[in-house]
């Protein structure tokens, strides 16, 4: 199944048009440099998550935590090379509205805040995905549609291992009614967001 099939089939509640694709990657720099800075907060996030709940819900959750964490940080400094190589360098600082949107939707408590905490995770890694599809298949550079395309199957990976790690934490059937509830939450936090050179900027206007 082509990759663009595959991310038809993923059950966000709103689609990225392929002019934000070429929209974004008229500022291939600009682009990178952010999508780095997601790698590295994508990877302090699951060394967060291990550290503040340490294997007390179930074996496994170590092994599960540490494993994403080396694939963003593996990513990441993929994504630095290309950075750099294309003349671009880290800033001091970054902001990311659409997570921070996400995360001031996770409840308080126990069982509740991780069950949140692991779906925004599940989410956020959903709509990297669907838009390493886009990026894959309207980038004309062929070195960035193929390292694109190749961090479309990790991304595919984490989203699911994120949901499945909260069905194990709460019942199944709450934490799906939570995960439809979350679904129409991101599509709006997305919507909301300005455009620009970013992975997860705003699709008005393009």
């Given at each position: 199944?082509?990759?663009?099939?595959?991310?038809?089939?993923?059950?966000?509640?709103?689609?990225?048009?392929?002019?934000?694709?070429?929209?974004?990657?008229?500022?291939?720099?600009?682009?990178?440099?952010?999508?780095?800075?997601?790698?590295?907060?994508?990877?302090?996030?699951?060394?967060?998550?291990?550290?503040?709940?340490?294997?007390?819900?179930?074996?496994?959750?170590?092994?599960?935590?540490?494993?994403?964490?080396?694939?963003?940080?593996?990513?990441?400094?993929?994504?630095?090379?290309?950075?750099?190589?294309?003349?671009?360098?880290?800033?001091?600082?970054h902001r990311n509205p659409y997570a921070q949107g996400l995360r001031?939707?996770?409840?308080?408590?126990?069982e509740a805040e991780i069950i949140d905490r692991l779906i925004v995770?599940?989410?956020?890694?959903?709509?990297?995905?669907?838009?390493?599809?886009?990026?894959?298949?309207?980038?004309?550079?062929?070195?960035?549609?193929?390292?694109?395309?190749?961090?479309?199957?990790?991304?595919?990976?984490?989203?699911?291992?994120?949901?499945?790690?909260?069905?194990?934490?709460?019942?199944?059937?709450?934490?799906?009614?939570?995960?439809?509830?979350?679904?129409?939450?991101?599509?709006?936090?997305?919507?909301?967001?300005?455009?620009?050179?970013?992975?997860?900027?705003?699709?008005?206007?393009?």
């Open positions: 199944m082509a990759m663009m099939d595959k991310a038809a089939e993923l059950p966000l509640r709103s689609r990225t048009p392929p002019e934000w694709g070429r929209a974004v990657l008229a500022e291939p720099v600009a682009l990178l440099a952010d999508h780095a800075f997601l790698e590295q907060k994508a990877a302090n996030n699951a060394m967060e998550l291990m550290t503040r709940w340490p294997g007390e819900w179930f074996p496994g959750w170590l092994e599960a935590m540490t494993s994403v964490a080396r694939d963003e940080a593996a990513h990441l400094a993929q994504v630095t090379r290309l950075l750099i190589k294309r003349g671009g360098r880290l800033g001091r600082g001031a939707l996770v409840r308080k408590g126990a995770s599940a989410l956020i890694e959903m709509r990297s995905c669907e838009r390493f599809a886009v990026l894959a298949e309207v980038c004309e550079d062929q070195e960035l549609a193929a390292f694109y395309g190749a961090l479309f199957s990790s991304e595919m990976g984490h989203y699911k291992l994120f949901l499945k790690l909260a069905q194990k934490v709460g019942p199944k059937a709450a934490v799906m009614a939570r995960w439809e509830q979350m679904l129409v939450a991101e599509a709006r936090v997305l919507a909301g967001q300005e455009p620009g050179p970013r992975m997860h900027s705003g699709t008005a206007g393009v």
